[in-house]
């Protein structure tokens, strides 16, 4: 029973993560590329 439950819980949240991931790309193309600056500075 709770398998089941948290199985659900996990996909909805998976669904609703890639909406929202969908929704992100749709408004900035590039944030699957996204490369920090942080990154790169390295004191």
């Known amino acids: 029973m709770l398998v089941m439950l948290a199985g659900l ?3 909805s ?4 993560v890639a ?3 969908e929704l992100l ?3 900035h ?3 699957r590329c996204r490369r920090p600056d942080r ?3 390295r004191p």
Do not use: G, K, N, T
């Open 9 to 11: 819980l996990a996909l």
């Open 39 to 41: 990154s790169h500075r």
């Open 19 to 21: 909406d929202r991931i």
């Open 13 to 16: 949240l998976h669904a609703a």
């Open 25 to 27: 790309r749709e408004v």
């Open 29 to 31: 193309p590039r944030i």
